[in-house]
C-alpha cells in the first residue's frame, strides 16, 4: 500500500511567463523498465516468509529487464505510437484532414525507412485525445473531491456542456440565430500538447489503457507556460501498468543556455526598448508642470458644470456666466472670465420644464491669505431664444464659492427686472426686447463697490420691480493648493489651519484669541494642581490621624 501511494504522488506544476518563441522548447525524456510482474511475487514471498533479525525487509538490488529509452521532444511535435501506426497506416480509418496527414507521413517514413515503433510518443494540440484530455480532467485538487461555485459556472461555459444542457432542456432557437452562430469560430486560447508512454506488454496488440501521460505542456495567449510535471527538478517519477510492470521516468530541460554574445544583444535590445518607452511616455506627458504656489498664497482650481435649468418660460434656453474676483485675487493673462454656453431646447418631464446643459466650468485663481476680505461669485444671466429669433431676459442669478474644498452643488433661483407700464410687456411678447441690468455685477454687491461721500455701505434697491423666475443648477468641485506649513509650535499650526478654513480675517482673530486664552487657563489650572499636589496630602495624612485620636478618645468617655 505504501508503495502504490508512492506511485500515485502528485506531481507539481510549474508556471513560466516567456515571450520568447515556444517553438524553442525541448524535452528531454528517459523511460526505463525496472520491476516487472515476476518481482512482485518475489516480494510477496518475503513479506509472508521474514527472514530479518530486526523485522526489516531488504528488497535486495533492482534488476534492469529493460533497455533504456531516451527521446528529445520538440514542441507540438508529433511521434507515433505503435497503435496509431496500425491505425493510420490503412487509409479507410483516416476521415479527417489531420488523420490524413498523419497518413501521409507514415507513409513517408516507411518509405524512407525510419519509420520506428517506440514507446514514447506525442499527442499534439489537433489530437482527439487532447480535446478529450483537456475537457475530461478533474480540475478539483482537494481530496474531499468537491466541485466550487467557480467551477460549476465555468463548467457551464464549455461548449460540451452547452450541448448537453440543449439535449436535457430543449429551446426554440431561430433560424436565424443558429446561423449567425455557425458562423462565429471558435479559437482555441490555450494549446496542450501530451507526452505519452506505451508501458504495455511488448507481446500481444497495443492497447489504449496502457497509454500513460509523463509531461502536460500547455501555453496560452498571455504567454503562459504551465508544464507538469516541473522540469526544473530532477526527481524521477514511477508508473505502473495493470500488469504489474513498474516503470520509471524522467524529464530534462534541454534548451541550450544562452551565449555571452547574445545575452548582450538582448539586454541592448531590451535597453533601447525600454528607453523608447521612456521617451514615448515623457513626449506624452510632457515636461511643463506648474510650480506650486508660494507659502504665503494659495492656488483654487475649479472645476464644474451648469447643469440644467428648471421652470424658465423660454423654450430654447442659453447661459451667459461670468467670474467676479475680489481684492487680492488674480488669474494668467490667458483665463476667460467670461463665457457663454450652448442652446438647449426644454423639455416637459414628470419634475417640470428642464433643460439640459452640461457647460464645463474650469477656473484657476492664486490669492494672498492675509488679503481676503470677500468671496469669488458666480454671475449668471439666463436667456431664451425663439424660432423668430427673438432673444429674451429669463433671470438674473448668482452663486458665492465657498473658501474650502469639496464638492458642492447649487440651486439657484433667478429673477428678472418687470416693467410697470403695458408697453414693455408688450415690446416683450412681441419684439423680445426687455429691461436688463447695466452691469450684472449689481444682482449681489459688487466686489469693488465704493459709495459716494454721505453715502450708506449698503446698496439700495428699494423701488427697483423684479419677477422671479426659474432655477439653475450648478455643481463645482474646489481644489486648493498650497505648501505645506512646517510649523512646530503647535498653535501656530491650529492658527493656519482655521486661516484656511474661514476666509475673514475677524472670524480667524476671534477664533485664535479663544484658543490661545483656552491654552492658557488649562497650563495655569495644570501648574495648580501640581503645586498643591504636595500640600494637600499632607493635609489629608492629618485629617486621618485626627480622627483616629477623635475616636479612641470618644471610645474611652463611653467605657467610663
Not at 531590451?270 to 528607453?275: H, P, T
Not at 436667456?383 to 469639496?406: A, C, F, K, M
Not at 491650529?494 to 488649562?522: C, T, W
Amino acid at each position: 500500500n505504501e508503495y502504490k501511494s508512492y506511485l500515485s504522488m502528485a506531481k507539481a506544476t510549474s508556471i513560466h511567463i516567456s515571450f520568447d518563441p515556444i517553438s524553442n522548447l525541448k524535452v528531454r525524456v528517459r523511460l526505463k523498465k525496472i520491476t516487472s510482474a515476476a518481482n512482485f511475487a518475489k516480494v510477496a514471498g518475503t513479506f509472508a516468509n521474514p527472514v530479518s533479525e530486526g523485522g526489516d525487509i531488504e528488497l535486495g538490488e533492482r534488476e534492469d529487464v529493460g533497455t533504456v529509452e531516451e527521446a528529445v521532444v520538440g514542441w507540438q511535435e508529433k511521434l507515433f505510437s505503435q497503435r496509431e501506426v496500425e491505425l493510420y497506416s490503412n487509409e479507410i480509418n483516416c476521415n479527417t484532414v489531420t488523420e490524413r496527414c498523419y497518413y501521409s507521413k507514415i507513409e513517408e517514413l516507411r518509405n524512407k525507412n525510419t519509420l520506428k515503433s517506440a514507446r514514447i510518443f506525442t499527442y499534439v494540440n489537433e489530437d482527439s485525445y487532447t480535446a478529450n484530455y483537456k475537457a475530461n480532467r478533474n480540475p478539483v485538487t482537494t481530496s474531499c473531491n468537491t466541485v466550487s461555485y467557480l467551477e460549476n459556472k465555468i463548467s457551464f461555459a464549455k461548449p460540451s456542456n452547452k450541448r448537453q444542457q440543449q439535449q436535457q432542456n430543449p429551446v426554440y432557437v431561430p433560424k436565424n440565430a443558429l446561423v449567425r452562430a455557425s458562423n462565429q469560430v471558435q479559437v482555441s486560447a490555450k494549446q496542450t500538447m501530451l507526452i505519452m508512454a506505451d508501458i504495455g506488454r511488448s507481446r500481444g496488440l497495443p492497447k489504449p489503457e496502457d497509454e500513460v501521460v509523463l509531461c502536460t505542456i500547455s501555453i496560452d495567449n498571455s504567454h503562459v507556460i504551465a508544464v507538469k510535471p516541473s522540469l526544473q527538478s530532477s526527481e524521477t517519477y514511477f508508473i505502473d501498468n495493470s500488469d504489474g510492470d513498474v516503470w520509471e521516468y524522467s524529464l530534462a530541460h534541454m534548451n541550450s543556455d544562452i551565449s555571452n554574445e547574445d545575452e548582450v544583444k538582448e539586454r541592448q535590445v531590451m535597453d533601447e526598448l525600454f528607453s523608447r518607452h521612456a521617451s514615448l511616455l515623457h513626449n506624452m506627458i510632457g515636461s511643463v508642470f506648474t510650480d506650486p504656489p508660494d507659502e504665503d498664497s494659495i492656488r483654487v482650481h475649479v472645476f464644474g458644470e451648469l447643469s440644467r435649468c428648471f421652470d424658465f418660460e423660454g423654450d430654447t434656453l442659453f447661459i451667459n456666466y461670468s467670474f467676479d474676483l475680489p481684492p487680492g485675487w488674480c488669474v494668467e493673462e490667458s483665463v476667460e472670465l467670461r463665457g457663454m454656453t450652448q442652446q438647449s431646447r426644454v423639455r416637459d418631464t414628470k419634475s417640470g420644464v428642464i433643460a439640459h446643459l452640461n457647460h464645463p466650468l474650469e477656473l484657476t485663481m492664486f490669492r494672498t491669505r492675509n488679503e481676503t476680505t470677500s468671496s469669488t461669485r458666480l454671475y449668471l444671466e439666463v436667456h431664451s431664444i425663439d424660432s423668430w429669433d427673438r432673444v429674451r431676459l429669463e433671470g438674473y442669478g448668482y452663486v458665492t464659492l465657498q473658501n474650502t474644498p469639496g464638492c458642492y452643488t447649487y440651486k439657484v433661483h433667478t429673477w428678472r427686472p418687470s416693467g410697470q407700464d403695458r408697453s414693455t410687456r408688450l415690446r416683450r411678447f412681441f419684439i423680445g426686447g426687455t429691461p436688463e441690468l447695466s452691469d450684472v455685477r449689481y444682482t449681489h454687491i459688487p466686489n469693488n463697490y465704493a459709495p459716494n461721500e454721505g453715502q450708506n455701505m449698503l446698496l439700495g434697491k428699494f423701488g427697483f420691480h423684479t419677477q422671479s423666475s426659474g432655477v439653475v443648477e450648478v455643481k463645482l468641485n474646489i481644489i486648493h493648493q498650497k505648501m505645506p506649513s512646517f510649523i512646530d509650535d503647535e498653535n501656530k499650526y491650529k492658527r493656519n489651519a482655521l486661516k484656511d478654513k474661514y476666509g475673514r480675517p475677524g472670524v480667524q482673530l476671534a477664533l485664535m484669541e479663544a484658543i490661545e486664552h483656552f491654552s492658557k487657563a488649562r497650563k495655569r489650572l495644570q501648574n495648580i494642581r501640581t503645586s498643591l499636589e504636595p500640600s494637600l496630602a499632607r493635609l489629608a495624612r492629618t485629617v486621618t490621624t485626627e480622627r483616629a485620636i477623635i475616636n479612641k478618645w470618644s471610645k474611652i468617655a463611653l467605657k467610663d
